[in-house]
Nanobody
Framework: VQLVESGGGLVQAGGSLRLSCAAS????????IGWFRQAPAKEREFVAG????????NYTDSVKGRFTISRDNAKNTVYLQMNSLKAEDTAVYYC?????????????????WGQGTQVTVSS
């Protein structure tokens, strides 16, 4: 069972990145997925979540209107499109899966975590 994030990198403020979270060893369709981030010297924070079907999403206030979470269950992959990036979005971004297919809260019981991908936004 594995989640692998990709798509991170260095981008200028105002730019865009699309992160991917690819699952292997299990069918991601049965899980709700969350994206989290952790900046240096800060606690990990919830960024966005999406239910198993993709019909409901949840975002932290600071990314609403800029980030979009989506999923392609046929590809066993979840995405995080990040637009209008700001320096304060700099962090390691992680995806996580919970067996509760409709649970997209920050405190949902996430069972599996990826290793993270670095996003750096230069101002």
């Amino acid at each position: 069972v594995q989640l692998v994030e990709s798509g991170g990198g260095l981008v200028q403020a105002g730019g865009s990145l699309r992160l991917s979270c690819a699952a292997s060893g299990f069918t991601v369709e049965h899980y709700a997925i969350g994206w989290f981030r952790q900046a240096p010297a800060k606690e990990r924070e919830f960024v966005a979540g999406i239910v198993w079907s993709g019909t409901m999403t949840n975002y932290t206030d600071s990314v609403k209107g800029r980030f979009t979470i989506s999923r392609d269950n046929a590809k066993n992959t979840v995405y995080l499109q990040m637009n209008s990036l700001k320096a304060e979005d700099t962090a390691v971004y992680y995806c996580a899966a919970t067996e509760l297919p409709y649970s997209i809260r920050p405190d949902s019981p996430y069972n599996y975590w990826g290793q993270g991908t670095q996003v750096t936004v230069s101002s």
